[in-house]
C-alpha cells in the first residue's frame, strides 16, 4: 500500500486497457492507423480519451474546443461524449495530420460535430473573442506548442463559461518539469505549472495520467 500514485509497469498498464477501456471501432481503428505515423506518441493514450469524454458527458458540455488535433483521436473522443448539437473547435496548423483523422470522424458520425480550423490556434481564438463568444464554452483541451500555452489558457479562460474546465495535457513533460529546464518547452511548463498553483481565478488539480493532465476549472 502506498499513498503515492502507482508507477504502472507494461502489465499493469495492459490490465487498466484490457479491464476498463472501452472504444467504439473507430477510435480503435484511428489509433491502428496512427500508430505508423513518424509522430505517434504526439497522440493522447486511448484511456486518457476515455477520462476526457467522462468528463465531458459529467459537464454537460456542449460546446468544446481543442488546440493540437493531429490525427483526431482526442477530438473523437470529446465529440463521441458530446450530445446531437455538441460541438468541438478543432484548431491545427498542419492539414497533413487532420486529413488522417478525418474519415475516423465520419466511421463514427461525428465528423459535423467537429468544427477544424486550419490556422494558428492564437488566431483562431482571437477570433472568437472577437465575435464576442467570450463565456460560451464549456470545455477545452489545450495540447499544442507548449510555449503558447498560456496564450492558449488565458484565451480559454476568457471564452469558457463560469464553471467550465480546461485540460491541459503535457503538464509533467516525461518528469522534466520537477529539474532545470533546458529547452524552452520545459521553460514554458513550469511556468505554467507555478502561475496556475496560485492563480484564484481557478479551482486546480494535477493529475498524474498520461504525460500529466492539468484540470483548471473557471471559477
Ligand atoms: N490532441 C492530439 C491527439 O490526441 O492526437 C495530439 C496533438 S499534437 C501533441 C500537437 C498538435 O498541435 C500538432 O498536430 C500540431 O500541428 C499542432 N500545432 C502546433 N502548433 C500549433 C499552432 N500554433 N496552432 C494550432 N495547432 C498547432
Ligand atoms: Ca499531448
Keep these: 500500500m502506498s499513498n503515492q500514485t502507482l508507477n504502472l509497469d507494461d502489465t499493469l498498464y495492459r490490465y487498466v486497457l484490457a479491464q476498463s477501456l472501452r472504444e467504439v471501432p473507430a477510435q480503435t481503428a484511428l489509433r491502428e492507423k496512427t500508430r505508423s505515423h513518424e509522430f505517434a506518441r504526439m497522440q493522447i493514450s486511448p484511456e486518457q480519451g476515455q477520462f476526457m469524454a467522462l468528463l465531458v458527458k459529467l459537464m454537460g458540455a456542449r460546446r468544446t474546443i481543442e488546440i493540437g488535433v493531429f490525427t483526431g483521436y482526442s477530438a473523437l473522443s470529446v465529440a463521441l461524449a458530446l450530445p446531437e448539437d455538441g460541438m468541438v ?72 463559461r463560469v464553471g467550465g474546465l480546461i485540460a491541459i495535457d503535457n503538464t509533467l513533460w516525461s518528469g522534466q518539469v520537477a529539474a532545470a529546464a533546458t529547452t524552452p518547452e520545459t521553460a514554458a511548463l513550469q511556468a505554467l505549472n507555478t502561475k496556475l498553483h496560485h492563480d484564484e481565478r481557478i479551482d486546480l488539480s494535477l493529475l498524474p495520467i498520461g504525460d500529466g493532465l492539468t484540470l483548471a476549472r473557471k471559477r
Excluded at 481564438?125 to 464549456?138: P, R, S
Design 89 to 160: 473547435l478543432a484548431c491545427d496548423i498542419n492539414d497533413a495530420y487532420t486529413k488522417i483523422g478525418q474519415p475516423f470522424w465520419e466511421q463514427a458520425g461525428v465528423a459535423r460535430k467537429i468544427d477544424l480550423r486550419l490556422a494558428p490556434a492564437l488566431e483562431t481564438l482571437d477570433a472568437c473573442l472577437a465575435a464576442g463568444q467570450a463565456g460560451q464554452y464549456d470545455f477545452a483541451f489545450i495540447d499544442a506548442d507548449k510555449p503558447a500555452y498560456d496564450g492558449y489558457y488565458e484565451r480559454c479562460l476568457a471564452l469558457l
